[in-house]
């Protein structure tokens, strides 16, 4: 089983390992890719201006800037632990013991529009770029993605389930053929049904540590809503490729 979280915009700080070395990342098929952004990331960092109107910055995020112009020296950690959050907050990394934490690397990747996807133990530098930013001088990065994306993770979770937890703009970037998604529905007293966004990350992020934690190996939609039930989440299911968290 794999289970892809989605990115976040905020990240931590520093890191214990060294500076970042694509071709120690996982899904080495994206290298190539990899490899231009962050020098398109880099070169764009000499040019505040372009880059907060690149990167939908306000004029006090200079810091955000800093950390892209350095992303070939900045020191790494694991994917895992470098973004931050209401999901990763409710998946709750610190608290996993030594065994649960190798388990976290075994089942979980992010998506990520600088990396496209990494393994939750692929280190990597804090760094400011979103799904739907359009660097100056490059395609969209639906349209830089999907052709290297697609095929990488096809060939990264065949014959295995995919839970994959990221939001549609994440999912453009690379689609998974019968992928497991969860859609987070908030009910109310009247019985309708709303998206709120607050719950999605944090139920996306407490459904993400239940199959880390889980002892089985889940193969089915329906093995996913016994093992979110014993964790007490509510939860329905909608069809054979998508489960519904209530909260």
Sequence with gaps: MLVILPPSETKSDGGEFGPLDLDALSLPQLTAVRDKL???????????????????????????ITRNATLRTSATRPALERY??????????ASFTKIQRQKAFARLAIGS??????????????????????????????????PALAPALREE???????????????????VPGAITATVLTERPDGTRTVVSHFNKHHKGLLARALVLTRSEPATVRDLARVAEKTGLRVEIASSTELLVLT
Excluded: C, H, M, N
Aim: without cysteine; glycine residues 14%.
């Design 38 to 64: 962050v020098t398109a990331l880099i070169t764009l960092a000499d040019d505040p201006a372009a880059a907060r109107a690149a990167l939908g910055l306000g004029k006090g995020a200079d810091a955000e």
């Design 84 to 93: 931050t959050g209401v999901l990763y907050d409710a998946l709750g990394v």
């Design 113 to 146: 529009a600088l990396f496209g996807v990494l393994r939750a133990a692929d280190p990597i530098p804090a760094y400011r770029l979103s799904g739907g930013s359009k660097l100056p001088g490059l395609p969209t990065l639906a349209s830089l993605w999907k």
């Design 157 to 175: 979770t065949a014959g295995g389930l995919v839970v994959d937890l990221r939001s549609g703009t994440y999912q453009q970037l690379g689609r």
